[in-house]
């Protein structure tokens, strides 16, 4: 679609998991050097984009009613921003069907802040490569700069230097859902001083084209895992009942709260999800390779 021309179409945001994240150090800005592998997964919200009016306007179509629907949204964010980075005077009608859990470590509004992005260069035709959008998905949030990318990926830096990895088999997997909101800020204080560590070994062949033959078989961690069991005694309790009832392995996404997990069986997930405590749902998803997820990115 050319420049100015108006457009209208939906799209799936997807959502991520970290499979291993690791704080190899400390920063001179204040931020922790991270080491974390993403990987899309088919849960996603709907955002829809049409251009016209003026300025830049959120309708929350679906979700729950703290979705914030002015500027502290990242996909006004990104709309906002894209259009000043691009000199581009339509205005833009985002509407959003927001079924990502906010603060699940999901990367539910990142992933919007990206699809909106993607979306706009989708509908105008500008810029060119999906690599100048790079410096604005930066500015938005450290997982933004992901959602670019998709599929299996490294995260470096803060987690928004992003190469892409060579894809593991599609895999089922489980997902923790809990009521809570965890505060990625006050976990990352939690840790305490960091001793300077070298990047897991499989990571590293993995970057170098060996990956690990499935997800199960990955040795991965997460380090944020001790300080969010100890903050929050709730999603203990989940970690350890998804362990007990058979969860190999079981893993904190980002900072939390969703923890995920594999099963050997439909079953066996059936029986820890009547083992979690009240208000946390267990929920069955795929990964999704970048070509997947890019196949599958229009709704309409």
């Known amino acids: 679609m ?3 021309e108006r457009g ?14 690791q704080v190899v150090g ?3 800005d204040g931020y922790h050097e991270l080491r974390t592998v ?21 309708e929350i179509l679906e979700g729950p009613a703290d979705v914030p629907a002015g500027g502290g949204n990242l996909a006004v964010r990104a709309a906002a921003a894209f259009c000043e980075s691009f000199a581009l005077r339509p205005g833009v009608r985002i509407g959003l069907h927001k079924r990502l859990p906010l603060g699940g470590g999901l990367g539910g509004g990142s992933s919007n802040a990206a699809t909106v992005l993607r979306g706009l260069r989708d509908l105008l035709g500008v810029p060119e490569g999906l690599r100048d959008l790079v410096p604005l998905a930066r500015d938005l949030g450290a997982d933004v700069p992901y959602f670019l990318v998709g599929g299996s990926a490294l995260g470096s830096g803060r987690g928004d230097e992003v190469v892409a ?28 001083p960091v001793t300077p560590r070298a990047v897991a070994e499989e990571v590293l062949a993995w970057a170098q084209g060996s990956p690990p033959p499935d997800l199960r078989a990955a040795a991965f961690w ?79």
């Open 2 to 4: 050319s420049r100015g």
């Open 26 to 28: 400390k920063r001179g």
């Open 38 to 58: 993403f990987q899309t997964i088919d849960l996603h919200d709907l955002v829809s984009l049409e251009l016209g009016g003026d300025g830049v306007r959120l």
């Open 8 to 21: 209208r179409r939906t799209y799936r945001s997807f959502a991520k998991v970290n499979l291993h994240l």
């Open 222 to 300: 997460n380090d944020l895992e001790t300080p969010v069991r100890r903050r929050y005694p709730s999603l203990d309790q989940v970690y350890n009942r998804l362990v007990e009832a058979g969860g190999r392995p079981v893993r904190l996404s980002g900072s939390g709260a969703t923890i995920w997990a594999l099963f050997p069986s439909r079953e066996v997930a059936d029986g820890a999800a009547r083992k979690l405590p009240a208000g946390t749902r267990l929920l069955p998803a795929r990964t999704l390779s970048r070509l997947a997820s890019a196949a599958r990115a229009v709704a309409d």
């Open 165 to 192: 990895l060579q894809e593991l088999p599609e895999t089922e997997l489980w997902l923790a859902l809990s009521p809570l909101q965890v505060s990625t800020a006050e976990v990352f204080a939690d840790l305490g």
